[in-house]
């Protein structure tokens, strides 16, 4: 590593509440969702490693709508729940961590299937020394007014300390009562300081905001905002979401019923303005909306959970910028045990996720895949989502957690900019061959945060670029170390990753590697890979179409991998076996 990142690394270590080392959303976990079936454990995401690996954990716990994983400053997997309980990275409950919210309605859902239905339920915010603030609602059994309009009645907060209980972790107080009122859901967003949190909250009956400032002395408000909130309405806020954009300048709320809107949010004072407003469509609803990476576009689901759209929020007309980016590809996802018609469940479009790679994950409904979405800071179809590019080890349901933007920065120059932090830029990339019949093109997406100003790609190769997400076209196979280069007025920093690009020297690089079998050859509904014996590499086997789309990927870890391929059309398709992002075997199969 460069002397730069030796440095950062360094400062990480020695101050714990670093405001350079926020990777608290780099492990989801997920799964679970049938308890009668003993196979059926909690898995991870883990985005630690480039591409995430998808991992079976030692632990069992129902996950649902109201969930939430919580990695320290490095991305290693430290607390999660599901509002019934509270555990470790070592799968115990933390001391006192029996459940948050508590009262009728955690002892009704947690007693009977141990969930707690309320979506976008929970967050921590990072605190010093291993302590972490959550923010979690509170549900009504019995809520007051007409049709559950109540049915979210409260916005608590709880502390967790990972060093108490000999780095076990303990809740050290739980459900605090900051505010009692109709709510829809809860976010948060750094304030322009760069150190503190607004938490926002919008009222369910009236056109009201509440706020508050979580800062190192305590959590400060509620103030109130009266502006229009057209989401809200005479029934309960249903599967509804919210969030602000990843550059902080905008935030989101969305119900099923009542569409979208979206503000202008000053980081400086907490307040909302210049509101733009999607109504709800009976005929046309979905579950979830997301900002792009860029905070230039929103992704809402449409169509009864068949298609997304696309709103450009740089257009003179956000609501005739939609553009129809996927439709649902009409796959059905059947149940072990069940075939033909019954256990068939539909791989709709549901709740978005932000990726830490610069993707927008979407749950697939009530099955075990998830659909990626590659490029979302692109404009239309070029955005290439690819309907269930993961497959998970069980299927799940709505398990999306809420993360904040954990590594946004101050807004230098702001009247409110006091505090001396600055925005210190740290590189990051990924890279991706989005053509398999163009192997030497590879497109390289720029990942890096805290506000970096300008960029320089070194290729490897004698070539370099001042873009900021360049395609770039290698003169041969080969391995290359690329480096990306950022920096703005108060620092810069390098970040290098080695590709090996083609199939040369690929002996050299990795162990002796066990070739795959894919059959049968032509194939029907089922499409097996085998692998004669496992090395610790788990290696990715890629499907393409004709063109070169990837249009199913997966990590293979075990000996015998089954790949459902029934509602692929008939024809010929291409596939690669990758080690490490090397192409080690390739081939082609048909599709009868």
């Not at 948060?188 to 190192?216: C, M, Q, V």
């Not at 099955?367 to 490029?375: C, I, L």
């Not at 997400?469 to 007025?489: I, K, Q, R």
Request: net charge negative; glycine share 8%; hydrophobic share 35%.
């Amino acid at each position: 590593p460069n002397m730069k990142h030796l440095l950062l690394s360094i400062y990480c270590f020695l101050a714990l509440d670093s405001l350079f080392c926020q990777k608290h959303d780099y492990v989801w976990l997920s799964g679970a969702y049938n308890l009668a079936d003993d196979s059926a454990t909690n898995f991870i995401l883990d985005f630690k490693t480039f591409p995430p690996v998808v991992d079976k954990i030692d632990s069992k716990i129902f996950i649902t709508l109201d969930n939430g994983s919580i990695s320290d400053k490095d991305g290693d997997l430290t607390f999660y729940t599901n509002m019934c309980k509270i555990k470790n990275r070592e799968h115990e409950t933390l001391y006192n961590g029996e459940g948050l919210s508590l009262g009728p309605f955690h002892d009704f859902y947690c007693g009977a299937n141990g969930s707690y239905p309320l979506l976008q339920g929970v967050f921590a915010l990072p605190g010093k020394d291993k302590t972490y603030d959550l923010f979690h609602l509170r549900g009504l059994i019995d809520p007051p007014g007409p049709n559950l309009v109540c049915w979210i009645g409260a916005l608590l907060h709880s502390r967790i300390d990972m060093n108490a209980q000999q780095g076990k972790g303990e809740v050290v107080f739980k459900d605090s009562v900051l505010l009692e009122a109709c709510l829809q859901t809860a976010c948060a967003n750094r304030h322009a300081n760069g150190r503190d949190w607004w938490i926002l909250a919008a009222d369910n009956t009236e056109n009201r905001f509440y706020r508050f400032l979580s800062t190192p002395d305590g959590i400060e408000g509620p103030w109130i905002q009266d502006i229009e909130n057209p989401t809200t309405q005479d029934t309960f806020f249903y599967l509804g979401w919210s969030e602000f954009s990843p550059d902080g300048e905008y935030f989101l709320v969305y119900d099923v019923h009542s569409g979208a809107a979206v503000y202008s949010f000053d980081r400086c004072t907490g307040l909302l303005s210049s509101l733009w407003h999607l109504p709800g469509d009976p005929d046309s609803y979905g579950w979830s909306a997301a900002f792009s990476p860029d905070s230039r576009f929103v992704y809402i689901v449409k169509d009864q959970f068949a298609s997304i759209r696309q709103f450009d929020l740089h257009a003179a007309d956000i609501t005739a910028s939609q553009t129809t980016v996927a439709v649902w590809d009409s796959f059905f996802y059947y149940l072990p045990g069940s075939s033909g018609g019954n256990g068939g469940r539909q791989t709709f479009f549901g709740f978005f996720q932000h990726g830490p790679d610069g993707k927008l994950y979407n749950w697939a409904g009530d099955t075990k895949y998830m659909h990626v979405m590659n490029f979302p800071n692109r404009k239309g179809t070029q955005c290439d989502v690819i309907q269930r590019a993961v497959e998970l080890p069980y299927h799940t349901f709505g398990a999306n957690a809420y993360y904040p933007n954990y590594r946004l920065g101050p807004v230098d120059g702001s009247v409110c900019d006091s505090l001396g932090i600055d925005n210190l830029p740290v590189a990051l990339f990924r890279y991706d061959l989005e053509d398999s019949l163009a192997p030497l093109a590879f497109t390289f997406t720029d990942l890096s945060y805290y506000a970096p100003t300008n960029w320089h790609w070194d290729f490897g190769d004698g070539s370099s670029s001042q873009d900021t997400s360049p395609v770039h076209v290698f003169p041969a196979a080969g391995t290359y170390n690329v480096c990306l280069t950022v920096s703005n007025a108060f620092a810069a920093d390098t970040f290098c990753r080695q590709i090996q690009v083609g199939t040369v020297g690929l002996s050299e690089l990795l162990p002796v590697l066990p070739l795959a079998r894919v059959s049968p050859n032509p194939c029907g509904d089922l499409l097996r890979v085998s692998l004669p014996a496992m090395t610790g590499e788990n290696p990715v086997f890629v499907l393409f179409d004709m063109f070169g789309r990837p249009i199913l990927t997966r990590t293979l870890t075990h000996f015998e991998t089954p790949l459902d391929t029934k509602r692929l059309p008939a024809g010929m398709y291409g596939w690669q076996l990758r080690y490490r992002g090397v192409v080690a075997q390739s081939g082609k199969v048909v599709k009868q």
